[in-house]
């Protein structure tokens, strides 16, 4: 990399003519800033963002700054002060990483009892109340505690390997009646695993409640069905033990949930589809050694947070894209939409200044968004950039049938759409894996770990709060006791008008109470409305 020079930056070319020099200067890029892995048979390409040598001599005092910040936190520096927390998500796939030695073993210990666990659900040791074998699983958890899972099992699950998995990972009482529905009495020999890490995030709770309700209601024994992976003495630690609850996992208070995937949040799913969870830490681990390369130029999450900066102006002016053209990676994008933003999407720095910092993640899979979006992204609005992940080895059982073979057709288009950004002038980065498994999604998810990790550092923010969440909590629970107190003002029959509902309570704004009570409307409680609906000051409201 030596000979990466400022003047092959593409910033300089000339698009959409790209004429045979500029096409010699790409293909020096491309072999000056091309990353591999031997081992993990992955390779990571910069070359096609608009990063010079320039400005990645800038970025290096600060990328090797980032790198001391990053051993610091692996060393168990408090890195979340808003909480006095440590930040300890790489020691779960290095347990000899972690600075106290009974942390390793915990580590060690608990990996070891999810292996247990998960083979001995799938094979029938450990069975349903009713005497057969466990037939499902229904997942209970939010963000991370949901991502992280669905993640694992659309990535990783074979067909006719482990349990089928539902998810209860909203609170929309109409996803929850969908899920209950397509379970019905299986319900009775269907694994139900709750996940919060405080145990009194509401959304999990509401879930849970649900579901117990309705196994019981079919014949179900909920503790010896259920199943809490939460903090040690949590309230919902304390009930599964007090209600001798079929196992409990910890989950460790210096691990986040949008970093918790290999936690027993990801191991727990991991093992009960019969995956080899240990490769899976092992391919993470492989990638933060990667990562703690000291050389910028040879760390490939230094090298992708230093193309996100550039192509943001260090502001994150352009959105990521992602596009997978792998269907297993589907949900990829949607597991670093949290990973991504809520990491770096803050208001403040670290010196109290206005900052806004983020970037925004969306996309879904390759080739289906090249009949989606990619036609804005080639001649739209310039605010992107593109992350495509490809995979090399195809499937053996889809045959070649009259000279055509569809993985050759995938390659093209992944080749063809990065080719065509390009001559727009538009940026893209390319992930390439000589193949998909358990090993390589760790290191993909370890690589974009630890380039969250680096950027946020680049620009002065800490990536491991989210005072943004807790403020929406905050606000969230504040609308649920207006609710309460609503339906209290009205439980006398008299009606009355959303102002007068208001000052009666004497606080909330009169437009929260119209949202409250336009949906006690819409549902069967008793609640009715008289007036213009267009003229929401006329309307008046009360119960009968």
Request: proline share 4%.
């Amino acid at each position: 990399m030596d000979n990466f020079d400022a003047e092959s930056s593409l910033v300089e070319m000339s698009f959409p003519d790209f004429s045979a020099t500029d096409a010699q200067i790409q293909w020096q890029r491309f072999c000056d800033l091309l990353w591999h892995h031997e081992d993990l048979g992955m390779w990571l390409d910069i070359s096609r963002m608009h990063l010079n040598n320039a400005q990645l001599e800038e970025l290096t005092p600060r990328l090797e700054k980032a790198f001391e910040a990053m051993k610091a936190l692996e060393n168990g520096a408090i890195a979340n002060a808003d909480e006095n927390r440590q930040v300890g998500h790489y020691w779960l796939r290095h347990p000899q990483l972690a600075p106290d030695p009974q942390v390793a073993q915990h580590i060690a210990e608990e990996i070891d009892e999810i292996e247990q666990f998960g083979q001995a659900v799938i094979n029938g040791t450990i069975k349903s109340p009713t005497g057969q074998p466990f037939t499902n699983v229904l997942w209970i958890g939010i963000g991370g505690s949901g991502l992280g899972p669905l993640l694992m099992i659309r990535a990783l699950q074979d067909k006719g390997a482990g349990l089928p998995f539902h998810f209860f990972d909203n609170v929309d009482p109409n996803g929850m009646s969908r899920v209950l529905a397509e379970l019905g009495d299986v319900l009775r020999t269907t694994l139900v695993v709750t996940v919060s890490k405080s145990g009194g995030t509401p959304e999990p709770h509401l879930g849970m409640e649900q579901a117990r309700h309705r196994l019981e209601a079919v014949g179900g024994n909920w503790p010896a069905q259920a199943v809490a992976i939460t903090m040690a003495d949590s309230k919902l630690d304390r009930q599964a033990v007090d209600e001798n609850w079929l196992h409990r996992f910890d989950m460790f208070d210096w691990v986040g949930g949008r970093t918790s995937i290999t936690s027993a949040v990801g191991l727990v799913p991991g093992a009960l589809i019969g995956c080899d969870i240990r490769s899976f830490l092992a391919g993470a681990s492989q990638m933060d050694e990667a990562t703690r390369e000291s050389d910028v130029r040879r760390n490939p999450a230094a090298l992708m947070a230093a193309a996100w900066y550039s192509a943001g102006d260090g502001k994150g002016k352009r959105d990521m894209v992602v596009l997978p053209y792998r269907d297993r990676l589907e949900v990829f994008s949607r597991y670093l939409q949290q990973l991504v933003m809520e990491s770096l999407g803050k208001r403040l720095d670290r010196n109290g200044e206005i900052a806004h910092q983020g970037i925004a993640v969306y996309g879904n899979k390759g080739s289906t968004d090249q009949h989606a979006y990619v036609q804005q992204l080639r001649d739209g609005v310039d605010n992107f950039f593109v992350t495509f992940i490809e995979v090399l080895r195809d499937v053996e059982d889809i045959p070649e049938i009259n000279g055509e073979r569809p993985g050759d057709f995938l390659d093209g288009f992944v080749q063809g759409t990065r080719s065509a950004l390009t001559e727009g002038g538009r940026q893209s980065l390319s992930i390439s894996m000589r193949q998909f498994d358990a090993r390589r999604l760790g290191a993909l998810i370890a690589l974009f770990e630890r380039a969250v990790g680096f950027y946020g550092e680049l620009v002065n923010i800490n990536a491991y709060h989210q005072p943004g969440v807790e403020a929406g909590k905050k606000a969230a629970a504040a609308i649920l006791k207006l609710q309460r107190q609503v339906e209290e003002v009205l439980s006398d029959g008299v009606s009355r008008s959303v102002v007068e509902i208001q000052q009666a309570i004497g606080e909330g704004s009169v437009e929260a109470v119209f949202w409250i009570v336009r949906h006690l409307t819409g549902n069967n409680r008793g609640y009715q409305a008289q007036g213009d609906w267009n003229k929401p000051a006329t309307l008046r409201f009360s119960k009968s």
